[in-house]
């Protein structure tokens, strides 16, 4: 089993939604970067980085975070959070993560996922289904999809 930390980032710093509200937000540290460190120090291999900005705007916001993490730890990176185009995912691999995480165009545009996984390599994609009351959530857990 494969315990994999997740740092949640939003207006550059490291938080945690109540049940994906944004209207209720706890600020755990004003340094993503050093929480990235701490999670590798305490022995994390992989570690997850949603970017909740990029998932609510729909393009990725925290870019320079992510790639000052990629480049401060030796912990494979993978990254959620607005990576809703081709062009998107390539730019996200580009920054030096292993694996990019796909929620909102798996619903709304599978042909997309399928054409990442080819540019990119499929063991580089995973797609993330978030759901509440029985129902798949998109644009960062704004909206309520029909699936």
Sequence with gaps: MEVIPAIDIRNGKCVRLYQGDYDQETIYSSSPEDVALRWEQMGASRIHIADL???KEGHPINTSIVKNIVSSTTSDIQLGGGIRTLEIASEAVALGVSR?????SAVENPTMVKNVCESVGSDTVIVSVDAKEGYVLVQGWTRKSNI
């Design 53 to 55: 900005d990029g998932a």
């Design 100 to 104: 990019i995480v796909i929620g909102t």
